[in-house]
């Protein structure tokens, strides 16, 4: 069986390690020339973390990754506000938890990428004919493939959502903000950011900072709005919206590097009738983006790979083993995506007063009994639908 994904993010990447431990032949396209450097900072926990043990994947990820201990929002003048502790979010999910930026998380699933695994960059679908006998790909560099099975893992603007399920207007669902995400290089900024994530205390834009161990620093930015279209010049818009900001926000946007270097986009959920269509299928947020708000999009799209191939080989058709995946799955990245909608105001605040209300809720966190809750709501409920698992590969 040949399959052929679309997308060398962490779902496609995740769901390559799958199948070629399940003997599928596998082919991985992304449409970028070669792996994308922009990124933010994760917290990685959840059904990905177990999927990605199981897979024999944990110990690289684990090598980059980073201990954060704490959150501390910081006023126009630097002064610490409010703090948020990491520690008992890693008690609730006993310690398995790290964070590590996204890039380095697909580069540890890449450099574990067995050599039967082919990777294309530079090329990606420009048709898809799905037909009795297998899925025919024309792609953007002019060749051709044939598969028995097509995925899409190719993020909330997914190609083959447009061309197999219709345009991206129909299924993207934006909440309301902008993120983005920049690196860069300050020694002063480093040594004041390094070992907790820091960010600004504001009111309808936040920017983080962390200080990463290469002596580069991280930037993660958020703000509301409803604008439907993203800025043809990413670096102006953050300059734009964020240049007002104290502390040393200024300085970092004064690293912010050009446009193309910018991870920047919309704050946004994807919704799908149908994950499949014959032998075409989603994965990842191509189908169930959760967004940044519910920070566990790389754990699903790895988790939801390893549903997909535990399905696939359950099945003695493929057809079958993508209904199967679906309805087991659905319902995990449906709860997810209502949690996030439910907390969206307080993600980010609002007004003056929001603020102040998230500040007493952080000091009311402290509390033993009520920190260990707050924890668990955050970390959300365990999807108990990957029991089982072993470091073979097999369902």
């Known amino acids: ?7 060398a993010g962490i779902a496609g ?7 070629d431990a399940l003997d599928w032949d596998v082919v991985v396209l992304e449409k970028a020339p070669e792996p994308r450097t ?19 994947l944990l110990p690289r990820m684990r090598e980059l990754s980073y201990r954060i201990q704490e959150a501390a929002f910081l006023d126009e003048a630097g002064r610490q506000r409010a703090t948020l502790g990491y520690g008992q979010f890693a008690k609730v999910v006993d310690g398995r938890i790290f964070s590590i930026m996204r890039p380095d998380l697909e580069r540890a699933l890449r450099e574990q990428l067995s050599g039967r695994v082919e990777l294309r960059f530079g090329t990606g679908p420009a048709t898809l004919h799905d037909g009795t006998d297998g899925v025919r790909l024309t792609l953007t560099d002019g060749t051709a493939l044939d598969a028995d099975l097509v995925v899409g893992a190719d993020g909330i603007h997914s190609t083959v959502r ?60 958020v703000h509301r709005t409803h604008e439907p279209a993203l800025p043809e010049d990413a670096r102006a818009a953050l300059c734009s919206e964020y240049g007002s900001l104290g502390w040393i926000v200024p300085q970092a946007l004064a690293h912010c590097p050009p446009h193309e270097e910018v991870y920047y986009d919309h704050v946004a959920q994807t919704q799908v009738p149908r994950w499949s269509r014959g032998r075409i299928a989603l994965l990842g947020d191509a ?23 535990r399905e696939l080989a359950l099945h003695s058709s493929v057809e079958d083993g993508l209904e199967a995946y679906e309805k087991v799955w659905r319902p995990v990245t449906a709860e997810k995506q209502q949690v996030a909608r439910s907390g969206a105001r307080w993600f980010l605040p609002s007004s003056p007063l929001q603020l102040r209300a998230r500040h007493v809720m952080m000091k009311l966190a402290r509390l033993p009994v009520i920190d260990r809750r707050v924890a668990a709501a955050l970390v959300g409920k365990t999807t108990g639908v990957l029991p089982g698992l072993t470091t073979t590969g097999r369902p």
């Open 1 to 7: 069986m040949k399959a052929v994904i679309c997308g």
């Open 13 to 19: 990447l995740a769901l390559a390690h799958r199948l």
């Open 38 to 56: 922009q990124g933010y900072m994760i917290d990685f926990f959840g059904p990905g973390y177990d999927a990605a043990e199981a897979m024999g």
């Open 162 to 221: 447009r061309l197999a399920f219709g345009p991206e207007e129909d299924f993207l669902r934006p909440l309301g903000f902008h993120t983005a995400a920049f690196v860069f290089t300050d020694h002063d900024i480093h040594a004041r950011t390094q070992g907790r994530f820091s960010l600004t205390d504001t009111v309808g834009r936040q920017i983080g900072l962390y200080g990463l161990r290469d002596g580069r620093v991280a930037v993660f930015a």
């Open 287 to 309: 189908c169930y983006a959760v967004s940044l708000l519910a920070g566990q999009g790389a754990s699903l799209g790895i988790a939801g790979a390893y549903v997909l191939g």
